[in-house]
Structures are given as structure tokens and as C-alpha cells.
């Protein structure tokens, strides 16, 4: 079993979830769409990922 993250992880997470969403809402014109040949460009990137909700990224994974 996995270790849950540290609160202050969940706290800064939430928060930078909270600003972005505030953003999108004050800010729809800076909104854009991903055109189709990017979406399958991601889509091929990551084909064949495996990921588990219980994965324990290490600490020098940055996002």
C-alpha cells in the first residue's frame, strides 16, 4: 500500500487547481483547442502507458 502525499502537496495542488480554474472562468478568450494532428501526436505519446492510482511517483518527477 502507498503512502499518502503530504497535506502540503494536497494543499498546493488544490490551490494551483482552484487559480487555474478561476483563470479559465475570468479569461475564457485565452482558452484554446488543440488541433487534431496534436491531439493524436499526444495520443501516440502516450500509447501503451500503463498508470495506477496507487503509483508513488519518485520526488524528482516534476510537472
Not at 488541433?35 to 501503451?48: C, D, P, T
Request: glycine share 2%; hydrophobic share 50%; proline share 6%.
Amino acid at each position: 500500500m502507498s503512502a499518502a502525499p503530504p497535506t502540503e502537496d494536497i494543499q498546493a495542488t488544490a490551490a494551483w487547481l482552484r487559480f487555474l480554474a478561476r483563470d479559465m472562468q475570468d479569461n475564457p478568450d485565452r482558452l484554446i483547442a488543440i488541433s487534431e494532428a496534436e491531439a493524436m501526436s499526444l495520443e501516440k505519446l502516450v500509447q501503451g502507458v500503463v498508470v495506477s492510482d496507487d503509483e508513488v511517483l519518485p520526488d524528482d518527477v516534476t510537472f
